[in-house]
């Protein structure tokens, strides 16, 4: 099993990023993806979950309504769209998929 | 939302001695729909991605060695490391998927 996020970077308040996390070494199509993050010198976040259709979304309510997350099964790949960032958005973001994790990307909110 | 806190949030060991760890959250883990409990634990390490050590109370992650347990019932769990190794230490976080958002403890950190 293998998940790679890709995305993270500097961008400013306000502004918007997509983080892409490409599995391989499952059949990609049949699980959950969930994204987790950890702010500096934080705990661990949990940020949402896609079902494995798609057909179901779930958010923590500190990012509801900012964020969207969607996937491309014909390309193993999960997207998380963070909207309206804020520097409390900045740290580290992994791709799960249970009970495996990405490396994690680091998205810094910082003008 | 599930409140889960953990205690102690700094827990100084020994290698060779034993270690535990509490998680308390706000309300039952328990479903009653399938009779099982929803509490998982991890380990974070420094510079490394978070490990699945324990799942579904107390069912032991593929790989983990069997000096850690899981155990509890309802809103109180513990996790605990039966003789601790130098490869254990790190920031440990219990986490409820009952219900979504799952939401993780605030972390406790094993050092020597």
Redesign the interface.
Same mark, same amino acid.
């Given at each position: 099993v293998r998940l790679v996020e890709s995305g993270g970077g500097v961008v400013q308040p306000g502004r918007s990023l997509r983080l892409s996390c490409e599995a391989s070494g499952f059949t990609f199509s049949s699980y959950p993806i969930h994204w987790v993050r950890q702010a500096p010198g934080k705990g661990l976040e949990w940020v949402a979950v896609i079902s494995y259709d798609g057909s179901k979304k779930y958010f923590a309510e500190s990012v509801k309504g900012r964020f969207t997350i969607s996937r491309d099964n014909s390309k193993n790949t999960v997207f998380l769209q963070m909207n309206s960032l804020t520097t409390d958005d900045t740290a580290v973001y992994y791709c799960v998929c249970s009970p495996d994790w990405g490396q994690g990307t680091l998205v810094t909110v910082s003008s | 939302?599930f409140v889960l806190t953990q205690t102690p949030l700094s827990l100084p060991v020994t290698p060779g001695e034993p270690a535990s760890i509490s998680c308390r959250s706000s309300q039952s883990l328990f479903d009653s729909d399938d009779g099982n409990t929803y509490v998982d634990w991890?380990l974070?390490r420094p510079g490394q991605?978070?490990?699945?050590l324990i799942?579904t109370l107390s069912n032991r992650?593929?790989g983990v060695p069997d000096r850690f347990s899981g155990s509890g019932s309802g809103t109180d769990f513990t996790l605990r490391i039966s003789r601790v190794e130098a490869e254990d230490f790190g920031?440990y976080?219990c986490?409820q998927r009952l219900e979504?958002?799952?939401?993780? !403890? !605030? !972390?406790t950190k094993v050092e020597i």
């Amino acid at each position: 099993v293998r998940l790679v996020e890709s995305g993270g970077g500097v961008v400013q308040p306000g502004r918007s990023l997509r983080l892409s996390c490409e599995a391989s070494g499952f059949t990609f199509s049949s699980y959950p993806i969930h994204w987790v993050r950890q702010a500096p010198g934080k705990g661990l976040e949990w940020v949402a979950v896609i079902s494995y259709d798609g057909s179901k979304k779930y958010f923590a309510e500190s990012v509801k309504g900012r964020f969207t997350i969607s996937r491309d099964n014909s390309k193993n790949t999960v997207f998380l769209q963070m909207n309206s960032l804020t520097t409390d958005d900045t740290a580290v973001y992994y791709c799960v998929c249970s009970p495996d994790w990405g490396q994690g990307t680091l998205v810094t909110v910082s003008s | 939302d599930f409140v889960l806190t953990q205690t102690p949030l700094s827990l100084p060991v020994t290698p060779g001695e034993p270690a535990s760890i509490s998680c308390r959250s706000s309300q039952s883990l328990f479903d009653s729909d399938d009779g099982n409990t929803y509490v998982d634990w991890y380990l974070h390490r420094p510079g490394q991605s978070p490990q699945l050590l324990i799942y579904t109370l107390s069912n032991r992650a593929s790989g983990v060695p069997d000096r850690f347990s899981g155990s509890g019932s309802g809103t109180d769990f513990t996790l605990r490391i039966s003789r601790v190794e130098a490869e254990d230490f790190g920031v440990y976080y219990c986490m409820q998927r009952l219900e979504f958002p799952h939401t993780f !403890g !605030g !972390g406790t950190k094993v050092e020597i």
